[in-house]
């Protein structure tokens, strides 16, 4: 059994985060909200998204997962208009979604969740460096990477106590220092990694401009990108994977 409502700019917020990496998901229904894991076919980026109970307007559920193709059921929670209410009901028999929002109603066929690839586990990882910083800055470092190159390194200067962006193309090369004055908060180690700028892109349109970002980072380990939404009653936990730079 699961019932919820739920405003479109909330549900549509914890559906981007998890469809910028996969097009197909399992969600499971838990007492205390829906929550999703992914990873993306490649084995480079995943994805932890939980969106609590409070997020509702009305939550009802007595557990279980489903299967869901994300680009429909984004396409039709996009037809409401902003601050709008999405109805979601489950009809346990014919395995479908049904959804209602201002008189419009869809039946979305589910996935079964076996045939939807397996949920990573989350790896415990010892990272020497953490920045917080605003989403604004983040999209501020990707599109100047973008501008020259495919990769983007991002690293911490601990003497200089900077977080930085490197990026090196063919002829034109970007460099972005961020000083603790500059940022919210940084806990300076010695870190450095090489990333896919696609990914860090895909990433980067889930994360609110004024987000408060946690970035962890480390010498050619996965980023971690922790943010919350819904005012603080959604949390996203992005990670990628470093390219490994040979010598």
Do not use: W
């Amino acid at each position: 059994m699961f019932k919820a409502i739920v405003s479109a700019d909330t549900l549509g917020a914890a559906l981007d985060s998890v469809s910028v990496l996969v097009d197909e998901c399992k969600i499971r229904l838990e007492d205390e909200g829906l929550a999703i894991r992914a990873v993306d076919p490649a084995n480079v980026g995943m994805v932890d998204m939980e969106l609590s109970a409070n997020a509702f307007e009305s939550y009802e559920t007595d557990g279980g997962v489903i299967g869901v193709n994300l680009d429909r059921l984004e396409d039709i929670v996009g037809m409401a208009d902003s601050g709008q209410l999405v109805h979601l009901e489950l009809d346990e028999e014919t395995r479908k979604l049904h959804i209602s929002l201002d008189g419009l109603e869809y039946t979305l066929a589910l996935i079964d969740p076996d045939s939807i690839r397996q949920e990573p586990d989350l790896p415990d990882l010892d990272l020497s460096a953490e920045i917080i910083i605003e989403g604004k800055d983040i999209a501020r470092a990707v599109t100047a990477a973008d501008m020259v190159s495919d990769h983007i390194a991002l690293g911490v200067d601990p003497d200089a106590e900077e977080f930085y962006v490197d990026a090196e193309g063919d002829t034109d090369d970007v460099h972005l220092e961020l000083g603790q004055e500059d940022l919210i908060d940084l806990t300076a180690g010695e870190a450095r990694s090489l990333f896919s700028l696609d990914y860090l892109k895909d990433m980067n349109k889930a994360i609110p401009k004024d987000a408060e970002v946690t970035m962890e980072l480390g010498e050619e380990f996965p980023v971690k990108l922790h943010f919350g939404f819904a005012e603080g009653d959604g949390h996203v936990t992005f990670m990628l994977a470093p390219r490994i730079q040979s010598d």
